[in-house]
């Protein structure tokens, strides 16, 4: 079975070599990053390893809908103790993140659980972000009516109506007799064609004790269709 959900927020973060005074940000959701919002909503406790555990069994792929643009984020942060704890210094980061992108987030896997993600984020635990708890979504997760499917995440990419809401920018894409394809990236075995990996399974998040294993994706595109366009329109939030 698979669900379908949307990630949509004027700003998104997805790191996965977040450290010291650099945060970066991928182009799109990370499972650790889908997961541990999956958590907020069912309420997991940060130190449930065998919650988390579950989670990460789902299948995740995810369609972009709209690229975003990476923006970088200056901060200063004064009075920190210094690692000697004789004083204090200022400290500069940069933390970047994605401005106005926009994702179809799909979960495959077990039925049961499934139906269970699609009441929390509807009706969450905790406050849901995308990456930072200032980066709240701009729209429900979940589509007005919208279940479960038996169909498999990649037909759910190519068939799933465009999540693009602005009147003006379906209206070009209407007029258009060649569009761009809509970037993918699904979750795959480590033997398959083209898998590449990433660092971005989570294993706990206990504080402390953050542990992250790899994972293979396969990157590829859908055409967006006129079917596509369409069925977007029809989509209710």
Not at 45 to 65: F, K, P, S, Y
Not at 72 to 100: I, K, M, W
Not at 177 to 202: E, F
């Amino acid at each position: 079975m698979s669900l379908a959900l949307c990630f949509d927020a004027p700003m998104q973060s997805w790191g996965i070599r977040s450290r010291g005074i650099m945060r970066d940000t991928m182009t799109e959701p990370t499972k650790s990053g889908v997961l541990g919002l999956l958590s907020a909503a069912l309420g997991v406790d940060r130190n449930d390893d065998g919650a988390l555990a579950e989670l990460a069994r789902l299948r995740l792929a995810v369609r972009v809908d709209r690229e975003g643009v990476v923006e970088r984020d200056y901060h200063v942060t004064q009075n920190v103790p210094t690692t000697q704890g004789t004083g204090h210094r200022t400290v500069v980061s940069e933390r970047y993140f994605l401005a106005d992108a926009l994702f179809l987030v799909v979960l495959e896997g077990d039925e049961r659980l499934l139906r269970r993600v699609a009441m929390a984020v509807d009706r969450p635990h905790w406050r849901l972000s995308f990456g930072r708890k200032a980066y709240v979504p701009a729209r429900p997760l979940l589509a007005k009516g919208e279940d479960l499917t038996p169909r498999t995440a990649e037909e759910v990419l190519a068939e799933y109506g465009w999540l693009e809401n602005s009147p003006h920018t379906r209206s070009l894409m209407k007029g258009q007799t060649s569009r761009p394809g809509l970037r993918t990236v699904v979750d795959c075995p480590p033997d398959a064609r083209n898998a590449q990996v990433r660092h971005d399974h989570p294993l706990s998040f206990a504080d402390g004790n953050r542990r992250f294993a790899p994972r293979t994706v396969r990157t590829g595109e859908v055409p967006l269709t006129d079917d596509l366009i369409i069925a977007g329109e029809k989509l209710c939030f």
